[in-house]
């Protein structure tokens, strides 16, 4: 049996190599910076001034398909980051787009690593006691 030999595009320049690394560099700090205003989006509780009925209106109303999307791993940072800004395990799963029992499993790998907050704030603005998930 003989192997497919894959012919590869011509190889790009340095120039096009450096601005394309630079590009993916960026797009490493713009995640980060996304989960920083997304928490402090929950913080000052942006969906009441702006006028919706809740949360997950909010994320509905403004973002709809452009929810973030992202690998497990940086999915991972992004619930650690969320939840030290007191969000709830529900609001979080909204914001990202996944379901809460994907954060539960997060912050259980999360728990042993890191220092997570003793409370929460609820999606109605209680404050609470966070719920430590068992790793």
Not at 19 to 29: D, E, F, T
Not at 37 to 66: H, I, K, N, V
Not at 68 to 77: N, Y
Request: glycine share 6%; net charge neutral; no cysteine.
């Amino acid at each position: 049996m003989t192997a497919d030999v894959v012919e590869l595009t011509e190889q790009s320049t340095e120039d096009v190599a450096r601005a394309r690394a630079a590009r993916i560099r960026q797009g490493m700090r713009t995640f980060l910076e996304t989960v920083a205003e997304l928490a402090l989006a929950w913080e000052r509780r942006d969906w009441q001034t702006l006028g919706y009925s809740g949360w997950q209106s909010y994320l509905d109303a403004e973002f709809g398909a452009e929810r973030l999307k992202v690998p497990t791993v940086l999915r991972q940072q992004a619930v650690e980051i969320l939840r030290a800004a007191f969000m709830s395990q529900r609001a979080i799963a909204a914001a990202l787009g996944v379901g809460q029992s994907t954060v539960r499993d997060d912050l259980a790998l999360l728990s042993g690593s890191t220092q997570l907050p003793d409370r929460i704030k609820s999606l109605d603005g209680r404050d609470l006691p966070a719920t430590r998930p068992t790793p």
